[in-house]
């Protein structure tokens, strides 16, 4: 095995802290309580925290180190059909998507989190409804990527799990992980 540092601290604490927010927020707090929107400010700062350092962080933290691909994400799918796949350190093509999608719907949940509470836009059905849908969204991303790490863990056969929880990867030696 060979052990490769990968996510940073920062990485790692936004990650988590997006999951443990999201997870409070859907299934702990009122919806209509104070609580819940000091949480749905909380995730819209991760998410704009995690963005900036995406400008200026670690390698992998990098935004050009994940950049959206279709033809990247097609051949990763290609693979997986295939059981094949490329241990990569950073994040995958699929994966790649995936952040993207998640920050989005983090970052327009508590857009309209926060415009039901203006004048303008208080008790507005649709205003309500898009986060109610946004929500519904975040839970099937959520699922998805869950399934993803998992799938992703198996074939590479590394634990995708204990990396975001340590910061390191440990590359079967067989693997000769991408870049």
């Known amino acids: 095995m060979q052990i490769v540092k990968v996510w940073d601290p920062l990485v790692r604490l936004a990650h988590w802290s997006m999951a443990g927010f999201f997870i409070t927020n859907a299934l702990l707090t009122d919806e209509d309580g104070k609580l819940h929107q000091w949480i749905g400010y909380a995730v819209v700062g991760v998410v704009l925290v995690r963005v900036l350092w995406g400008f200026v962080g670690s390698k992998h933290a990098r935004l050009?180190?994940?950049?959206?691909?279709?033809?990247?994400?097609?051949?990763?799918?290609?693979?997986?059909?295939?059981?094949?796949?490329?241990?990569r350190l950073g994040h995958t093509p699929l994966g790649a998507w995936m952040i993207y999608n998640l920050w989005a719907t983090m970052l327009f949940l508590g857009l309209t989190g926060w415009l039901m509470t203006t004048t303008a836009f208080w008790g507005v059905?649709?205003?309500?409804?898009?986060?109610?849908?946004?929500?519904?969204?975040?839970?099937v991303s959520v699922a998805a990527?869950?399934?993803?790490?998992?799938?992703?863990?198996?074939?590479?056969?590394?634990?995708?799990?204990?990396?975001?929880?340590?910061?390191?990867?440990?590359?079967?030696?067989?693997?000769s992980p991408v870049k």
């Open 145 to 175: 990527h869950v399934g993803g790490v998992i799938l992703e863990s198996r074939l590479g056969k590394v634990n995708l799990v204990k990396a975001m929880v340590t910061g390191s990867k440990a590359i079967p030696a067989s693997a």
């Open 125 to 139: 059905d649709w205003v309500e409804e898009v986060h109610e849908v946004l929500v519904s969204w975040a839970w």
């Open 64 to 87: 050009k180190d994940f950049p959206l691909s279709v033809s990247g994400a097609l051949d990763q799918l290609s693979h997986i059909a295939h059981q094949r796949n490329h241990v």
